[in-house]
C-alpha cells in the first residue's frame, strides 16, 4: 500500500490553510497520542505509533512555508536535488530543530512516556509500601502459641502535624501562582506560533496549597520514621512459613492514601525429636529386643506430658503407632492432629560371653515357625 501523502496523512484538503491544518493536526495528535495506547495490545500500540510519528512529520513540512512548498512543487520536502551544484540549500533550514524538537516543544519532553507533560501525579493518593519481615520462634511456641514483639522502622504520619506538613492548619493557604488550582497556563513561542500550555504548578507542586510555616517535626514532610514495637500473636498450631498479615501498619500512606501493610513471615526452628507434617506429628523411638519380642510399656513424649505407649509382643522394627489427637491444633478448628510414633528394634552390641551363651541357648529352642518372615524367605529360595 502506497504510503498517504502528507495532506492525508493529516485528512486535510491540498488547498488548506495554515489554520486548517494546525487544526486537524491537533486533532489527530489527540487521536493518537502514545498515552492513549498504553495500556492497548502491542500491534494497536506499535500502528498508533507509527500513525502519530506520520502525522507529527507530515505537520512538521506542512507547517514550514519553504518545507511545504518544496512539497507541493516537488513532492519531497528538501526541494530539488542539485547533484554538485550549489550549496545553497544546505542546512537551508537551520532553525528549525526538526521532528524532535517539535515534539518536545508539544509534551513537555518525552511525548512517548506513560505520565504525558503537565499530568500531575502528586496530588493522586498513594499507599504506603508493605513491610516484610521475619520472625523466628521455637517448635513448642509454634505448638501452643504465643505472644511476641517485632521492632518495625517505618514512615509514620506526622503526629504533631497529623500529616499536614504545617505547623498549624492556618498556615496551609492557597498556593499565589495557581491561585489553588494547581496548575499554571504557560504561553510558549513554538514554531507554530504562540501556544498556550497548561502545566503542573511548580510553586506547590500541583497541590493547589502551600504551607507558610511547616511543622517542626516532619519539616513540611508531613511524615516521620519511627520505629515501633508492635506485639504479634502467634496462634497455637503455626506452621512454618506461615505468613501473619497487619493491615495499615506497614509503610506511611500520602496523599490521603492507606498506609501499607506489616507482613511477618514465621520461621519455625527444628525440634530434636518431633518432625511435622502439618497438624500430624512423627516422632522415632527406639525399643530394646525385649521390649520388641515380649511387649511392654515405652514412655512416649509428646509435646505436653509424657504418655505411656503399649508395645505388643512381637513387634517388628520399624512398626508404626498412632497416637490420635497428640498431634498439633488446627488453627481454626478446636482439634489435633495425630502423633506416629516408629519403633526401632535397637540390636545390643559388645555382649559378653555369658550373655552370647544365654542367646545361643535360646536361640537353640526357637522353631521354624517362630520366625515368620524367615520361613516365607526361605521356601520364595529353595522353589527356585
Ligand atoms: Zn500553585
Ligand atoms: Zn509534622
Known amino acids: 500500500m502506497a504510503k498517504k501523502n502528507y495532506y492525508e496523512q493529516l485528512g486535510v484538503d491540498k488547498g488548506a490553510n495554515e489554520q486548517d491544518i494546525k487544526a486537524a493536526y491537533r486533532k489527530s495528535v489527540m487521536k493518537y497520542h502514545p498515552d492513549r495506547f498504553a495500556t492497548k495490545p502491542e500491534p494497536e500500540r506499535k500502528k498508533a505509533e507509527d500513525t502519530f510519528k506520520d502525522i507529527n512529520h507530515a505537520y512538521d513540512v506542512l507547517s514550514n512555508a519553504e518545507k511545504k512548498e518544496n512539497y507541493d512543487n516537488y513532492g519531497t520536502e528538501e526541494g530539488p536535488k542539485y547533484n554538485g551544484g550549489a550549496g545553497g540549500f544546505d542546512g537551508g533550514f537551520g532553525g528549525f530543530g526538526g521532528f524532535e524538537d517539535i515534539f518536545s516543544q508539544f509534551f513537555g519532553g518525552g511525548g512517548s512516556g506513560r505520565q504525558g507533560g503537565g499530568r500531575s501525579t502528586r496530588t493522586m493518593p498513594v499507599n504506603g509500601d508493605d513491610i516484610t519481615m521475619r520472625l523466628d520462634i521455637t517448635f513448642e511456641e509454634a505448638i501452643h502459641g504465643c505472644e511476641k514483639t517485632v521492632k518495625v522502622y517505618r514512615t509514620e504520619k506526622c503526629a504533631d502535624c497529623k500529616g499536614l506538613g504545617a505547623k498549624d492548619p492556618s498556615k496551609i493557604v492557597d498556593c499565589n501562582v495557581c ?206
Open 179 to 384: 491561585h489553588g488550582s494547581g496548575v499554571v497556563t504557560a504561553v510558549q513561542n513554538t514554531i507554530f506560533g504562540r501556544q498556550t500550555v497548561r502545566t503542573k504548578c511548580n510553586n506547590c507542586g500541583g497541590k493547589g496549597k502551600v504551607i507558610t510555616e511547616k511543622c517542626g517535626t516532619c519539616r513540611g514532610t508531613g511524615i516521620i520514621k519511627k520505629e515501633r514495637t508492635i506485639p504479634v500473636a502467634i496462634p497455637a498450631g503455626t506452621d512454618n512459613n506461615q505468613t501473619i498479615t497487619y493491615y495499615n501498619e506497614g509503610e506511611a500512606g500520602s496523599n490521603g492514601g492507606a498506609n501499607g501493610r506489616l507482613i511477618i513471615i514465621i520461621v519455625v526452628k527444628e525440634h530434636d525429636l518431633f518432625e511435622r507434617d502439618g497438624n500430624d506429628l512423627y516422632i522415632n523411638i527406639p525399643i530394646t529386643i525385649s521390649d520388641a519380642v515380649i511387649g511392654g510399656k515405652i514412655s512416649v513424649p509428646t509435646t505436653g506430658k509424657n504418655i505411656s505407649l503399649t508395645i505388643p509382643a512381637g513387634t517388628q522394627s520399624d512398626t508404626k503407632f498412632r497416637v490420635k489427637g497428640y498431634g498439633v491444633k488446627y488453627l481454626k478448628k478446636d482439634m489435633k492432629g495425630d502423633l506416629y510414633v516408629t519403633v526401632e528394634v535397637e540390636i545390643p552390641q559388645k555382649l559378653n560371653s555369658k550373655q552370647v551363651k544365654l542367646l545361643q541357648e535360646f536361640e537353640a529352642s526357637i522353631v521354624a515357625k517362630q520366625y515368620d518372615s524367615k520361613k516365607t524367605f526361605l521356601s520364595k529360595w529353595i522353589n527356585k
